[in-house]
T-cell receptor
Framework: GAVVSQHPSRVICKSGTSVKIECRSL??????MFWYRQFPKKSLMLMAT?????????EQGVEKDKFLINHASLTLSTLTVTSAHPEDSSFYIC??????????????FGSGTRLTVV | GQNIDQPTEMTATEGAIVQINCTYQ??????LFWYQQHAGEAPTFLSY??LDGLEEKGRFSSFLSRSKGYSYLLLKELQMKDSASYLC??????????WGAGTKLIIKP
């Protein structure tokens, strides 16, 4: 089946530094990548949607200059949290979609990244 | 606006049956998903309904009523490993998933 590899699984960084999270689709081409953030005991909150080769679409309230998303190829998308602060500590999950119109089952999640900013 | 409602927490006994309800309001509708999420892990796909009725898959079944904006996930013969959060998500007309806050299911021996 479809697999999305997400790295790192856990990261602790100092306040003010940047952290890059990678998601790779291993056996399929991810036409669309979704980036979510999840706080404890809360639902997944969509941060942004990116299509390969184009700029990401950010949800209201998400700072595009702080959360940099790059979807340079059909198998790789990255999320960079710039100048991280303790309030950015959260669980970040990517989800890849293969084909918008035909494969409605084609949402495959990465394993998530637990970010802790100290 | 778009909204998904599901109970925050439910408790059930090992071996029993539990039904987790979900109501939704979305701009357009392209189906209803149920996902299971264990603590600290990513969600895993359980079911997808786009037509009215009951879909059975082993111990898990999912029901949809589009006219009522309602779905439920039915878990039978509960096992301790079923303790997890269950997320309801509706797909809108733009094929975006709108997520509920999840229902934490606690299984007791």
């Amino acid at each position: 089946g479809a697999v999305v590899s997400q790295h790192p699984s856990r990261v602790i960084c100092k306040s003010g530094t940047s952290v890059k999270i990678e998601c790779r689709s291993l056996d399929f081409q991810a036409t669309t990548m979704f980036w979510y953030r999840q706080f404890p005991k809360k639902s997944l909150m969509l941060m942004a949607t990116s299509n390969e080769g184009s700029k990401a679409t950010y949800e209201q309230g998400v700072e595009k200059d702080k959360f940099l998303i790059n979807h340079a190829s059909l198998t790789l998308s990255t999320l960079t949290v710039t100048s991280a602060h303790p309030e950015d500590s959260s669980f970040y999950i990517c989800s890849a979609r293969r084909d918008r119109d035909r494969d409605l089952y084609g949402y495959t999640f990465g394993s998530g990244t637990r970010l802790t900013v100290v | 606006g778009q909204n998904i409602d599901q109970p925050t927490e439910m408790t059930a006994t090992e071996g029993a049956i539990v039904q987790i309800n979900c109501t939704y309001q979305t701009s357009g509708f392209n189906g209803l998903f149920w996902y299971q999420q264990h603590a600290g892990e990513a969600p895993t796909f359980l079911s997808y309904n786009v037509l009215d009725g009951l879909e059975e898959k082993g111990r898990f079944s999912s029901f949809l009523s589009r006219s009522k904006g309602y779905s439920y996930l039915l878990l039978k013969e509960l096992q301790m490993k079923d303790s997890a959060s269950y997320l309801c998500a509706a797909m809108d007309s733009n094929y975006q998933l709108i997520w509920g806050a999840g229902t934490k299911l606690i299984i007791k021996p």
